[in-house]
């Protein structure tokens, strides 16, 4: 265990709808408490160590690909990352 703490907020969970959809997130999730710098940080550095970054779940049966965008917060103790967005990929209707 990293030691690292991930949520998803209650507004990226709503986006996930479908239990195929949950299911991904949720292994993101686990994933993003062993490793939580994946994907690429957008915009410059903050002097706090902070960063939002952004990753992606590839398609796979019914569940489109899903941009997810996060914040990776090292200090104070415990490390913590926030899943705050989740977009499926262009063309999928999101109703």
């Known amino acids: ?24 997130l949720e292994t993101l999730r686990q994933e993003l ?4 710098r994946l994907g690429v940080v957008l915009g410059p550095p ?3 160590g902070s960063e939002v970054r952004k990753t ?8 489109p690909g899903l941009a997810v965008a996060y914040v990776y917060t090292p200090a104070p103790p ?11 990929d262009d063309g999928v209707p999101t109703e």
């Open 56 to 63: 992606r779940i590839e398609p796979r049966g019914s569940v």
């Open 1 to 24: 265990m990293s030691g690292v703490i991930a949520a998803v907020t209650v507004r990226a969970a709503e986006r996930a709808k479908t239990p195929e959809a949950e299911q991904a």
């Open 33 to 36: 408490e062993q490793v939580p």
């Open 46 to 48: 903050r002097q706090d």
């Open 78 to 88: 415990p490390p913590t990352v926030a899943v705050v967005a989740l977009t499926p």
